[in-house]
């Protein structure tokens, strides 16, 4: 089997920007996005990959054909053009400025399989306002929002003391603002943005796994998310069991009131409270996240050859409750003791 992984930001993406005004949080977890499952792949298939040749020196796969990118031609037909040769493609890009529904809707188009969601699922999942909307129509827990066109639960978000403002479509925490009061919350939201009250509990991120055949959960991980922007800056897991069965149960519901297909791989944010009654979904991902760096070492088998239904089955962990952590760079510690990130 032959695969295309396109990674948007080390895949040419980003050609046209000198590279140190793109935000290093990107280059980071695209670099240790794509070296992490290109790794996996290769134990299975043969993988071709677009590169941006300012990233070569990120990037290392003996078992790899690489396309260099010109800034100067069209992005995606060039990866339409490397796609074609092979028999599917996986898709790492952002859901911002509907980035990933375009990518995956131009290969699409050119009769390549690319392993993502339907153009319904696709387009909710990259809206939170969509996604907040059927969650909360569906009965799933979720926090209140507002945004300048919908402000039904403008009454019940007053009572909140903290408040979320942020993209309706953004890609990570970079846009992420946080007020004091509803009033300056309300001041900072724009036609594109979401606001949303601040939910107490611990973040925790759980992906599935939906092949043609199964949907596989994953171990619910923790993040680690400081300062004003919620910045990313890792994860650890796996969660205990008692928080995997609730992190689990959670994030069935949510995927049930999405609209049809899941495909690939997806991951859900999610707020543990002190009580399951006060746990909520924040967002999900309709791609690759940053936690595949984490999730690969705590599991049996090959992660990446269960998106081509190379491997089935129920997931078994490897590693104790708590034993994995990870940064954005894809550096691994297991036990804490640091194992290379490939």
Known sequence: MRIFVGEYVTGGGLADQVIDEIPSSLRREGAAMLQSIVSDLAEVAETVVPLDPRFAKTFSSNTTDT?????AQSLWGQWVTAAQTCDAALLVAPESDGIL?????????????????????????????????????????????????????????????????????????????????????????????????????RAISIALVASATQHTFLPAVSQDLSGSHCEY?????????????????????????MPPTARGFVGLDLLLGERPSEDCVIEINPRLTTSYVGLRRMINGNLAAR????????????????????????????????????
């Open 101 to 201: 529904a375009k990518a995956v809707a131009m290969l699409r188009a050119s009769g390549i399989d690319v392993i993502a969601g339907s153009g319904d699922f696709l387009r909710t999942a990259s809206d939170k306002h969509l996604t907040a909307k059927i969650l909360h129509t569906a009965g799933v827990s979720h926090p209140p929002y507002m945004t300048l066109t919908d402000r039904r639960m403008e009454a019940e978000l007053q009572r909140f003391d903290k408040f979320v403002v942020k993209p309706r479509d953004g890609c990570g925490t970079q846009e992420i603002r946080i007020h004091d009061s509803f009033e300056k919350a309300s001041a900072d939201l724009t036609e594109d943005g979401i606001l949303q009250g601040w939910i107490p509990g």
């Open 233 to 257: 800056g890792g994860g650890t897991g796996p969660l205990d069991a008692d928080d995997q069965r609730r992190a689990t149960a959670l994030a069935s519901r949510a995927i049930v009131a």
């Open 307 to 342: 998106l081509f239904d190379m491997e089935t089955g129920a997931v078994s962990c490897c590693t104790a409750a708590n034993s994995v952590r990870w940064t954005p760079d894809g550096d691994v510690w297991i036990n804490d003791n640091v194992i290379e990130n490939a």
């Open 67 to 71: 396309v260099n990118i010109d800034h």
